[in-house]
DNA sequence: CTATAGGCCGACT
DNA sequence: TAGTCGGCCTATA
């Protein structure tokens, strides 16, 4: 089945939902979204959709890294990304965050 | 730690 | 129509 690209789709709809709800303080990773939105072959696209963020979202995008708690964004993107980590307690060392502390995980 | 290898799939040339 | 390219992932060496 593939997935419709409209912003209006389910999917997009719960990724926007999923990482709405990423707690502060705390990073998931693309793949970890696309699996909870219920398409786990769509790590990709999730990326797609966060690059196609509007700026003035409300949306935690900077809490959202590659799944070995890498930055995925290069040069100032990431930097800003790091910033925002780190004013919520996010230890970031090297463009790289410890997932054994602070990965997103449900109880 | 790096390097390879395989997979995935939408968007754009 | 066929490549190529992405804010990717997992496994193995």
């Known amino acids: 089945m593939a997935?419709?690209?409209?912003?209006?789709?389910?999917?997009?709809?719960a990724v926007y939902q999923l990482v709405g709800s990423i707690p502060a303080g705390c990073i998931a990773s693309y793949g970890q979204i696309a699996?909870?939105?219920?398409?786990?072959?769509?790590?990709?696209?999730?990326?797609k959709l966060m690059s196609n963020l509007p700026n003035d979202t409300r949306l935690p995008w900077w809490r959202v890294l590659r799944s070995n708690g890498e930055i995925a964004l290069p040069g100032s993107a990431g930097e800003e990304q790091r910033q925002r980590l780190e004013k919520e307690g996010v230890l970031v060392l090297n463009l790289r965050v410890s997932v054994k502390r602070f990965g997103w995980r449900l109880d």
Do not use: K, Y
């Open 35 to 47: 699996t909870l939105a219920g398409f786990p072959q769509h790590a990709r696209f999730v990326g």
């Open 3 to 13: 997935i419709n690209t409209d912003a209006e789709s389910d999917f997009a709809r």
